[in-house]
């Protein structure tokens, strides 16, 4: 199972992204998923998860209003808009696939992991 974190970039503060992770090797279209990142220095931190339909979503207060979070089970792809984007949202991004049948805040409920993609929030 492979998952390819990609749509990173410098953007400047107040500024939007919008990340994928399209996951190979599986159908995701039964498991929940999610969005972390490990901002240098710090430990790595829950972002955003979303169920195996997209029916249900949740976002770490500091991206609340700010970060969306979708799937298109079609294309084996989960994705996070990030809008008005923060110096402190710089990060590398990684998106996981929940082991359970429900989104977690914890990344050691997460099994198969991308390799990540950098953000970079100027101010």
């Known amino acids: 199972v492979q998952l390819q974190a990609s749509g990173g970039g410098l953007v400047q503060a107040g500024g939007s992204l919008r990340l994928s992770c399209t996951v190979a090797?599986?159908?995701?279209?039964?498991?929940?998923m999610g969005w972390f990142r490990r901002a240098p220095g710090k430990d790595r931190e829950f972002v955003a998860s979303?169920?195996?339909?997209?029916?249900?979503?949740d976002y770490a207060d500091s991206v609340k209003g700010r970060f969306a979070v979708s799937r298109d089970n079609a294309k084996n792809t989960v994705y996070l808009e990030m809008n008005s984007v923060k110096p402190e949202d710089t990060a590398v991004y990684y998106c996981?696939?929940?082991?359970?049948?429900?989104?977690?805040?914890?990344?050691?409920?997460?099994?198969?992991w991308g390799q990540g993609t950098l953000v970079t929030v100027s101010s």
């Open positions: 996981g696939i929940s082991r359970y049948d429900r989104a977690f805040r914890s990344g050691t409920m997460y099994a198969y």
């Open positions: 090797g599986r159908t995701v279209s039964d498991a929940a």
């Open positions: 979303i169920n195996w339909s997209g029916g249900s979503t």
